[in-house]
């Protein structure tokens, strides 16, 4: 075999391809129906991935979400109980007659000894 002969078989399948007849030409007519059925599944394999990589983009953002948001509660909670447990100290040193307040202002400079 030459490199014509291959160049014109090359040319001949691509020209088969594009008018159609490629399947006729390799006697492949009589597994039409199979092929088709095949490039079916093929597609619908590809779309359920896709449905699938998209449900799990979506989880994977609401779980960031909820671990923002027990971040958030337990910072509220932390602040609650901090609250609570200050007036109930600030209660407890009025009964002992104590003129002692809660800080106004968080200490900026701590004295080391």
């Known amino acids: 075999m ?3 002969t ?3 078989g090359i ?3 691509f020209k ?13 007519d009589k ?5 088709m059925y095949l490039f079916l599944l093929m597609w619908v394999t590809i779309l359920l991935s ?12 609401n779980q960031a979400a909820i671990d923002q948001l027990r971040i958030h509660h337990a910072e509220k909670e ?23 307040t809660l800080p106004q202002e968080p200490a900026t400079v701590i004295k080391k000894k």
Do not use: P
């Not at 799990?56 to 953002?61: E, F, H, S, V, Y």
């Not at 447990?85 to 002992?96: I, M, V």
């Open 78 to 100: 932390a602040a609650l109980v901090k609250l609570h447990s200050a007036s109930a100290a600030e209660t407890r040193l009025k009964e002992l007659g104590v003129n002692l």
């Open 50 to 61: 896709l449905q699938v990589d998209k449900t799990l983009t979506k989880a994977g953002d």
């Open 16 to 28: 088969a391809l594009r008018n159609g007849e490629f399947l006729l030409r390799i006697r492949a």
């Open 2 to 4: 030459n490199m014509s």
């Open 31 to 35: 597994y039409y129906m199979h092929i």
């Open 11 to 13: 040319k001949n399948s």
């Open 6 to 8: 291959i160049w014109e």
